[in-house]
Antibody
């Protein structure tokens, strides 16, 4: 059973860079033809797809966030990561990592709250 | 790329059926058979309920079904149960390797 776990600072100052890591367990991140995604959810609001990465390093990003987002993968650690630069209060949200199985998301992490505040 | 449109809330009594709509455009919902639906209980991660418009993952109750007509996808829950009370989100492939979610619908079981 694949499990995903997000980790990283819960508080980030405005204009700084948000950095999160997702650790995958229960299987190798390189097995199967899966992409690995980041999705976020502001409090009381809907879900927003941020982007995805394949283990080759190929990435795709939400056009609305593309200029600020970088997703990377470390296959030796079975992890993938998210960096979001120049954050504002609007980036405060619960951030989820998820496995993209084709065109849907079948395994999700529990989510981690990141608050942007000085 | 705008969010898909869902009703803010729906409700039903135990045993009844309800349907949640998800309206997109000809660039997303209407172009691909790639709508998925997620159930989210408070404080929990979303759970996949339907994928590729109508398919149900192993382990998901057959009380959940998906359909689509034109630019609108729908999730139907039959035989409502108390544990179905949750938020539901639709998601569609939007082309160019991007995805778009709906704003979510709160289901209340009366």
């Amino acid at each position: 059973q694949v499990q995903l776990q997000e980790s990283g600072p819960g508080l980030v100052k405005p204009s700084q860079t948000l950095s999160l890591t997702c650790t995958v367990s229960g299987g190798s991140i390189t097995s199967g033809s899966y992409y690995w995604s980041w999705i976020r959810q502001p409090a009381g609001k809907g879900l927003e797809w941020i982007g995805r990465i394949y283990t080759s390093g190929s990435t795709n990003y939400n056009p609305s966030l593309k200029s600020r987002v970088t997703i990377s993968v470390d296959t030796s650690k079975n992890q993938f990561s998210l960096k979001l630069s120049s954050v504002t209060a609007a980036d405060t949200a619960v951030y989820y990592c998820a496995r993209a199985n084709g065109f849907y998301f079948d395994y999700w992490g529990q989510g981690t709250l990141v608050t942007v505040s000085s | 790329q705008s969010a898909l449109t869902q009703p803010a809330s729906v409700s039903g009594s135990p045993g009844q059926s309800i349907t949640i709509s998800c309206t997109g455009t000809s660039s997303d919902v209407g172009s691909y058979n790639l709508v998925s639906w997620y159930q989210q209980h408070p404080g929990k991660a979303p759970k996949l309920m339907i994928y590729e418009d109508t398919k149900r993952p192993s382990g998901v109750s057959n009380r959940f079904s998906g359909s689509k007509s034109g630019n609108t996808a729908s999730l139907t829950i039959s035989g409502l149960q108390a544990e179905d009370e949750a938020d539901y989100y639709c998601c569609s492939y939007a082309g160019s390797s991007t995805w778009v979610f709906g704003g979510g619908t709160k289901l209340t079981v009366l």
